[in-house]
């Protein structure tokens, strides 16, 4: 495949350089193999038909009638192949992009950060949205965690030929997004883990299906994002902090996870995400003129949705 020429470095989201999912990725994809007797043989076999790079005439298993248009940048990534990575891609942002049927997206180039992943503010000089990703080799789940939270972003600022408003004025409400964006990551790992169990993209990464969902009920069952109080006492007393910096990933991960019961219960509400940035922010922008705004830009089918979204955090539209 052709290589993709890096865009600009104005970027949007959040350095995950310093996310605690790296570390908890290669923790985890280093315990793989530490099975005992005769487990070792048998996940031995296993593992080496999931890791291995599969060749790209390999047929997919599954035949989407209109996949995303992804194109990710070769020879960067270690021993994976651009053509199984776009196949483990494309499946993560189907997991979300199939509860979005009224949207249009354009085409998603990614290609490979060694600090951090990123989403560019400024499309590619061919119009197309620019996507970083720092996972790298065989790391299926890596990759796809990544990818969903890049992907939803592009949702919120992308959809329907859209271009998000490059400003210097701060955002006070940016940590909804972000929240929503790892939310997206652990929705798509559960929803990839029911997927891939009977139709992955290809049929030898079957067996890797249990290890998606295994990611994400490992991190929520971490003592940091189990909260001794009620989730409205925590907002109460987080909300000055997030406004005052978005990108706090901790803070991040314990909304995502009293927003994941919401979006897994109704995963059509996935498409009111490509609506929250319709119009612009202003620093001085409260919670509940953000949800107003969100469900105002939304067509009727969606108010419902972020009406819900909005009680979680004790607004009421």
Known sequence: MKNISGP???????PYGTDPWGAFFQAFHARLPSISPYGTLVFGLIYLTITCPLRATERSSVVLAKPLDIRVQANVFGKASAADITAALRSAGEELFRYCSHTQLDGIDVYYRADHPQIDLHRTREGRIAIRLSARDTRWAQYSFQFAHEFCHALANFADHSQPPVSKLRNPNLWLEESLCETASLFVLRAMSRTWATHAP?????????WLNDYVEQRLALPENRLPASFSAWFRENQTALRRDADQRARNIIIATHLLPIFEADPAGWEAVTFINRKPSDPTESLSKRFAEW????????HAFVTKLATLFGISL
């Open 8 to 14: 600009s470095d104005a970027a949007y989201t959040v």
């Open 295 to 302: 469900r105002a830009n939304c067509p009727n089918h969606l």
């Open 202 to 210: 290809y049929p030898a990464w079957q067996v890797y299906a249990p």
